[in-house]
């Protein structure tokens, strides 16, 4: 049961592919269970074509992959900034506007919170990245404007934002016994977020800690990223990418990208696009490429593959090699991948995001001997050869992983109950 008789504060991370709600409890966990006593709940949404109903997190993949009629949407959270927002996806005949989508899932996400946590959330701290859209300030806030409309609709009174790697830093120096100065790497699902923070138990006292933070940055580059290359590179040559046409032109691109990026997959499917993809067909010097093409658009399986590859690349962030099942398209069929070929294909983000360190370092005015420690935090953190760069970048600095999934959250909690007691 809920008590209404007084209020709380949460911190609150909407992640690109995982989100959690922290509660601040001296003693105890600030993150609460969401999902079947798990900690996060993956950032998806299932909707059934028969009644609408919506199922979430892991609920909602499992439903999309025990084969149920339905819709499956990923990767909300790049909806914010873009002028999808304001537009409506297809849903049973019926038009759904992307806010309201983003609505139900922060609406689900607080009434999981608050049955976890046994009180009403009025509060609440939110995490942002530091960019939601990269060189673009007016979209930037607008994005927040939007994340701050939606917190409003489900119910949150009072609403503060506080950029993500800076609540992974006040995580981190709960944990301390010394000052330390700290370069936070938060590699999430949709963006790299890097803040140079100065930590101790005695500065965490304080209530304005803008003088701490010496400098944050970001790019709008993360794990759906990584997936994304990941199948351009690797995936989608077996679908026809980077093949010709009979008359000699190269087999056009959208489609693909479209099925290697999570907010797009569904518009593969639709008449337009199935028009098309039957057109490739025809025309195709490999036509058994695009056979596999039809096929996989067909069974509206463009989800099923994209988790494919993304455990993939999770496998390849822990073992050198990895396999991808493709007997759902084609009986039998299946493809080898090693480290190297996710490398490869990550090559240029990697440098995107190796840059932007050096540049947060340069314009703080602060040396690599300086940093003390280099606290990971993110799921997308954990890929080698990120860290063997940003490890080649701060020789000197000691380097600690948090709760890849959980910092965030925590220290969104401890946000909280500073600014709202």
């Known amino acids: 049961m809920i008590t209404t008789m007084h209020s709380g504060a949460c911190g609150l991370d909407f992640g690109t592919s995982n989100s959690t709600v922290g509660w601040h409890r001296p003693g105890q966990s600030a993150l609460l269970a969401l999902e079947d006593g798990k900690l996060t709940l993956p950032s998806a949404v299932f909707f059934h074509v028969d009644d609408l109903h919506a199922s979430y997190g892991r609920a909602a993949l499992k439903d999309h992959l025990d084969g149920h009629e339905g819709r499956l949407m990923r990767s909300l959270k790049s909806l914010l900034g873009t002028a999808l927002i304001d537009q409506t996806t297809e849903l049973g005949g019926r038009a759904l506007p992307f806010r309201k989508l983003l609505e139900q899932f922060i609406g689900e996400l607080k009434r999981r919170g ?175 490429k695009l056979d596999r093409l039809g096929s996989l658009v067909r069974q509206r399986a463009g989800h099923w593959l994209a988790l494919q590859v993304e455990a993939a690349k999770i496998s390849l962030s822990e073992q050198p090699a990895a396999q991808i099942d493709l007997g759902r398209i084609e009986p039998g069929e299946s493809l080898q991948l090693a480290r190297a070929d996710f490398n490869d294909a990550i090559a240029h983000l990697v440098v995107t995001i190796e840059l932007t360190v050096q540049n947060l370092l340069r314009d703080a005015g602060i040396s690599p001997a300086q940093i003390d420690t280099v606290f990971f935090t993110g799921g997308s953190s954990s890929v080698p050869r990120l860290r063997e760069k940003i490890a080649a970048l701060l020789p000197e600095a000691r380097r600690v992983e948090g709760d890849l999934f959980g910092s965030i959250g925590a220290g969104l909690a401890l946000d909280a109950k500073r600014k709202f007691g």
């Not at 007016?138 to 917190?151: F, G, N, P, W, Y």
């Not at 950029?163 to 301390?176: G, K, L, M, V």
Request: negative net charge.
């Open 114 to 288: 608050e049955l976890a946590a046994g009180r009403e959330f009025r509060q609440g701290v939110l995490g942002r990245p530091v960019f939601f859209v990269d060189d673009d300030v007016k979209a930037d806030r607008l994005a927040e404007s939007t994340l701050r409309e939606v917190a409003l609709a489900v119910g949150f009174t009072d609403v503060a934002f506080q950029f993500e790697p800076i609540a992974a830093a006040f995580d981190y120096e709960s944990q301390i016994s010394g000052e330390e100065t700290v370069l936070v790497v938060d590699i999430g699902g949709g963006t790299s977020d890097f803040s140079l923070v100065r930590l101790s138990p005695e500065r965490a006292r304080a209530s304005d800690r803008s003088s701490d933070i010496l400098a944050s940055g970001g790019v709008h580059i993360g794990g759906t990223d990584f997936d994304k290359y990941l199948s351009l590179a690797c995936v989608m040559p077996l679908f026809g990418l980077n093949g010709t046409l009979k008359s000699g032109r190269q087999v056009p691109s959208a489609q693909y990208f479209n099925l290697a990026t999570w907010h797009t997959i569904n518009f593969a499917y639709t008449r337009k696009a199935l028009v098309e993809i039957a057109d490739l067909q025809r025309h195709a010097q490999d036509k058994t």
